[in-house]
């Protein structure tokens, strides 16, 4: 069976958050969470992996901006949707 869900991955530095955010991502009808990150090195290597439809990130991460992710995000899937930043 093939999931009409768009799968998101969820990159924050702050582990409560993290959690809080995911649970509400697991929650919604038409999402699902393709995994979590709380580093810019991490959130590179889960997006490579999961080649998600859509990205929750940070935008001040320990190791670098969330503007890089979502750059990549892009390059890797240019038909990627619901980009969304926290600040």
């Known amino acids: 069976l093939l999931s009409n869900k768009a799968r998101v991955v969820l990159i924050e530095d702050e582990i409560d958050v993290r959690q809080r955010l995911a649970?509400?991502?697991?929650?919604?009808?038409?999402?699902?969470?393709?995994?979590?990150?709380g580093t810019v090195s991490e959130g590179r290597r889960l997006l490579e992996r999961t080649l998600p439809e859509g990205l929750l990130v940070d935008l001040g991460l320990p190791d670098g901006r969330g503007a890089e992710l979502?750059?990549?995000?892009?390059?890797?899937r240019p038909d990627a949707r619901g980009m969304r930043t926290l600040e």
């Open 23 to 37: 649970r509400t991502i697991e929650a919604a009808e038409r999402l699902e969470l393709a995994g979590a990150a």
């Open 70 to 76: 979502i750059r990549a995000a892009l390059d890797l």
